[in-house]
């Protein structure tokens, strides 16, 4: 009996040991899980303080702006820490949600960001004061400035700052648009802090230079209990606000758009953002030059320098700044999954609206669930693991818009021109059978590749073939079970490109079915490929990921850094794919699909054969 018990206390402690692993590893890239708040100790000190100035931001209607924090300790140290708070009072006494302790901590809350306070003041331990510039962001509430001693797992409190606020912190902020479910549909949602008690939430649009419309938005929130675990529901919680979408409709074709969101109030007056402008989708099928950009895995980042650990998803600014230069040149984007890396710090989601607000208040921005959106035991989910830090896919599907019949089932079609996207949720089980793969099947089978020619799959977890090395070490050189499950549909209806994220670097194959290339050829194809390139986009800014030593026969171009795909549909007959690096801009791996339609089905739908030379 005592053997017995011995060894169920063994087994209970190699569990917990296995769970505690697996959160800090599913965790690590997200810089305010190494913050242990909830251990904070207050420790005020009569000559520590910290002040804030301006103290009210955004009087020119920005939504952005820079604040200067000084600060003063007289026992300075280089553990000490400047933590940004909001809403300002963030001292609690109880923890509501999943903290339930006898003597709750003092502080249940992380700050929204960090820095060290020496981090632009090499001389602070020996003069005990300091200055940081930070940048702050409409979010809905104030804030406040926090001086901490002890470190950041042993945090203790010193000093408090003064409160700052933005003139009008409910405005209608970062607008992204999404491509509705018709081609000549086109949807706006944005964030703000009006629930419909007090304001109606309307969007002000038309053709550029002619008369516009008002049109209704409907409007979205979620609760703390909406999240499935920690630290969703506890430090990392903070008031989303109120996220609202508006349908644009009976577009016409590959026209100029003005728009801006708003909110009409009790009182009849308006509450307005800056006016945006887009271009609407062509035709389906349209012969028009159509650029769309792909990558998967690019996070956020601080322009401060703050949340920072060893400059990680840093280059997510960098693949930011290359976007918006290339916009001109961009009809839509998509982001095929892990997004922001909130991994359940809610606050992120707003700081990663607002890094994109460039380029998704004026094309198109799809994204896709990812690993670290949607990952949580129990919820649902494909996948057992704690990678969304307990939000399980809320956040995403509400502050984003996708044409999908079910938000929570996150996979869809898109039309753009003469482009076919099917897009799948690799957090839901797509084996054959299921549900999705049904819906993958019929997204496939039904474009008519006389109209739309180039399709293109795409998906968050590498579902098809991949060498880097977590990959090859299982033998698997892609997702287990994934290509197994897929392969005989993108090869019986010529899925022409499948791309990928998850693996955090590049990677393009040559036209492959069952690992076999079948073609010879590296840069421009012509005729039928007779097998789909696949092709791994995950450099979008997130810790690269290493390649395996051995690479395979079917891949042919392999690159360890951070960049994204761009496809430039030139007619019905001609294909431009092109690999841009996010340090420069330029173009580092391209190839050429050239071909006529009766290339593309050289046989009826339903009767190709299952094999190809390649097997």
């Known amino acids: 009996m005592r053997d017995e018990q011995a060894l169920a206390i063994l087994v209970t402690f ?118 940081l510039k930070l940048q702050l962001i409409n979010q809905r509430s104030d804030f406040s400035f926090a001086l901490f001693s002890g470190g950041l797992l042993n945090p203790k409190l010193e000093a408090v700052s003064n409160k700052v606020s933005f003139e009008n912190p409910n405005a209608p902020v970062y607008p992204r648009l999404a491509l509705g479910k018709e081609w000549d549909e086109m949807t706006v949602t944005w964030t703000s802090g009006y629930g419909i008690n007090i304001a109606e939430p309307v969007v002000e649009w038309g053709v550029k230079g002619r008369e516009r419309k008002l049109s209704p938005a409907g409007t979205l929130t979620f609760q703390r209990n909406s999240m499935c675990g920690a630290p969703a529901r506890t430090v990392g919680w903070r008031d989303p606000g109120y996220i609202h979408t508006a349908f644009l409709k009976e577009l016409w074709p590959n026209s100029k758009y003005t728009y801006r969101v708003g909110h009409r109030l009790s009182n009849g007056a308006f509450v307005w953002s800056k006016e945006y402008q887009f271009k609407s989708s062509p035709f389906p099928g349209q012969n028009s030059l159509q650029h769309v950009v792909i990558f998967g895995d690019m996070g956020k980042a601080e322009v401060d320098g703050s949340n920072e650990y060893n400059d990680f998803q840093r280059a997510s600014l960098n693949t930011t700044k290359q976007l918006i230069k290339d916009l001109k040149k961009t009809d839509a984007v998509f982001h095929i999954g892990d997004i922001c890396y909130a991994n359940g710090y809610l606050s992120q989601w707003d ?109 968050h977890r590498v579902l098809g073939y991949s060498s880097t090395s977590f990959y090859a070490e299982e033998g698997s050189f892609g997702e287990p079970m994934g290509r197994d499950s897929l392969q005989k549909l993108w090869q019986k209806y010529k899925v022409d490109i499948a791309i990928y994220g998850h693996a955090h670097n590049y990677e393009r194959t040559c036209p492959v079915y069952q690992s076999v290339c079948t073609s010879n050829e590296k840069s421009n194809y012509k005729g039928p490929l007779n097998g789909t390139i696949h092709v791994v986009a995950g450099g979008g800014g997130a810790g690269l990921a290493e390649f395996s030593e051995l690479q395979p026969n079917w891949s042919l171009f392999r690159d360890y850094d951070y960049g994204f795909v761009k496809l430039t549909a030139i007619d019905y007959s001609n294909l431009l794919f092109e690999y841009k690096k996010s340090s420069d801009g330029r173009v580092h791996d391209s190839f050429k699909i050239s071909r006529d339609y009766s290339d593309v089905l050289a046989c009826a739908v339903d009767s190709c054969p299952a094999t190809t030379l390649a097997s």
């Open 351 to 459: 700081q990663f609206t607002a890094q994109i607000e460039p380029i998704a208040s004026t094309v198109p921005y799809m994204i896709a669930s990812g690993n670290h959106e949607r990952d949580w035991p129990n919820s649902g989910s494909f996948y057992q693991n704690l990678d969304s830090g307990g939000e399980c896919g809320v956040p995403a599907e509400t502050m984003f818009y996708v044409p999908a019949q079910n938000r929570a089932k996150f996979w869809y079609s898109s039309d753009y021109g003469m482009f076919r996207f099917c897009v799948a949720d690799t957090e839901h089980d797509w084996r054959e059978g299921t549900e999705q793969y049904n819906f993958i099947e019929h997204c496939l089978a039904s474009v008519d590749r006389k109209k739309q020619p180039w399709l293109i799959f795409l998906a």
């Open 14 to 131: 190699v569990l917990l040991a296995l769970a505690a692993f697996q959160e800090v590893k599913s965790h690590k890239d997200q810089p305010l899980s190494g913050i242990a708040i909830h251990k904070t100790t207050f420790n005020l000190i009569e000559k520590a303080y910290v002040k804030a100035s301006p103290t009210v931001l955004g009087s020119n209607v920005q939504h952005s702006e820079m604040v200067l924090v000084e600060y003063s300790s007289p026992k300075p140290s280089d553990d000490d820490w400047i933590g940004v708070f909001s809403p300002a009072d963030f001292n609690a006494s109880a923890c509501p949600g999943d903290n339930k302790m006898v003597n709750p901590p003092q502080l249940c809350s992380a700050p929204i960001k960090f820095q060290y306070a020496n981090y632009s003041n090499t001389r602070y331990n020996n003069t005990g004061f300091g200055s």
